[in-house]
C-alpha cells in the first residue's frame, strides 16, 4: 500500500528560527512529490520535486529530493509568524493518484 | 477571474439526507478530485476523474457518487450510506498531461447534525 509519512506531526518554534521538515514515501512508481502549505482553508502549493539533488527555492522556503532514499526535506530559514501552518508532503504515483501524508503542524511564536 | 470554485462554503444536513457539493474550474484542467480532511490523517482521495464521462474510485468512495459530464465541473454526492460524512470536502483540478501541480478549491465543510 502506497504510504507518504511526516514528521515531526508538530514543531513549536521562536521567530527567526530555522526549521526542517520531513517527509519519506512509498509510492508505486513513484513521478514526483509535491509540497503543500494549509492555514485553515485550502492548501496553497509550495514546490514540486522531480529528480533528485536538485534544490528548489521560494525566498526563504526550499525543498530536495532523494529518490534512492525515497526522502524529501523542507527547509525554512528566519521564521515568522505568517508561516504558521499545516505543511503536507504528497507523492504522485504513474495511476495519476496523489498520496498525501498526515502533515506537520509548524507554530511559530513571536 | 480564473480558478477553482466550491460551493457552499458551510453546509449542515440531517442524518439520512444526501447532500451535493459543487466544484467548478474555468482553468481547463482535464482532472478533477475529491478529497476528504478530517483532523490529523491529511487528505484521503474520494473520485477522481481524468476526462469526462469518466472517473474512478479513490481511497474512500463508499457512500459518496460523482459525475463528471463537464469539463468544468465535478459535483460530490454525499449519500445517506455514508456512515461518518461530517468533515473539511476539498476538489482540486490538475492540467494536461506532464503538468503535476495540483491546485485546490477554498473547501466546504460539512457538518452532520
Known amino acids: 500500500e502506497d504510504k507518504v509519512v511526516q514528521s515531526p506531526l508538530s514543531l513549536v518554534v521562536h521567530e527567526g528560527d530555522t526549521v526542517t521538515l520531513n517527509c519519506s514515501y512509498e509510492?508505486?512508481?513513484?513521478?514526483?512529490l509535491l509540497w503543500y502549505k494549509q492555514e485553515k482553508k485550502a492548501p496553497t502549493f509550495l514546490f514540486m520535486l522531480?529528480?533528485?539533488?536538485i534544490e528548489k527555492k521560494s525566498g526563504r522556503l526550499s525543498s530536495i529530493l532523494d529518490k534512492k532514499e525515497l526522502f524529501s526535506i523542507l527547509n525554512i530559514t528566519a521564521t515568522q509568524t505568517g508561516d504558521s501552518a499545516v505543511y503536507l508532503c504528497?507523492?504522485?504515483?504513474?495511476?495519476?493518484?496523489?498520496?498525501f501524508g498526515a502533515g506537520t503542524i509548524l507554530r511559530v511564536k513571536s | 477571474d480564473g480558478g477553482i470554485t466550491q460551493s457552499p462554503k458551510y453546509l449542515f444536513r440531517k442524518e439520512g439526507q444526501n447532500v451535493t457539493l459543487s466544484c467548478e474550474q474555468n482553468?481547463?484542467?482535464?482532472?478533477m478530485y475529491w478529497y476528504r480532511q478530517d483532523p490529523g490523517q491529511g487528505l484521503r482521495l474520494i473520485y477522481y476523474?481524468?476526462?469526462?464521462?469518466?472517473?474512478q474510485k479513490g481511497d474512500i468512495a463508499e457512500g459518496y457518487s460523482v459525475s463528471r459530464e463537464k469539463k468544468e465541473s465535478f459535483p460530490l454526492t454525499v449519500t445517506s450510506a455514508q456512515k461518518n460524512p461530517t468533515a473539511f470536502y476539498l476538489c482540486?483540478?490538475?492540467?494536461?498531461?506532464?503538468?503535476?501541480?495540483?491546485?485546490f478549491g477554498p473547501g466546504t465543510r460539512l457538518t452532520v447534525l
Open positions: 504528497a507523492g504522485w504515483d504513474y495511476g495519476n493518484k496523489l498520496v
Open positions: 482553468l481547463n484542467h482535464d482532472a
Open positions: 482540486a483540478s490538475r492540467g494536461l498531461a506532464g503538468t503535476d501541480t495540483q491546485y
Open positions: 522531480t529528480s533528485s539533488g
Open positions: 476523474s481524468q476526462i469526462v464521462n469518466d472517473f
Open positions: 509510492v508505486t512508481n513513484f513521478r514526483s
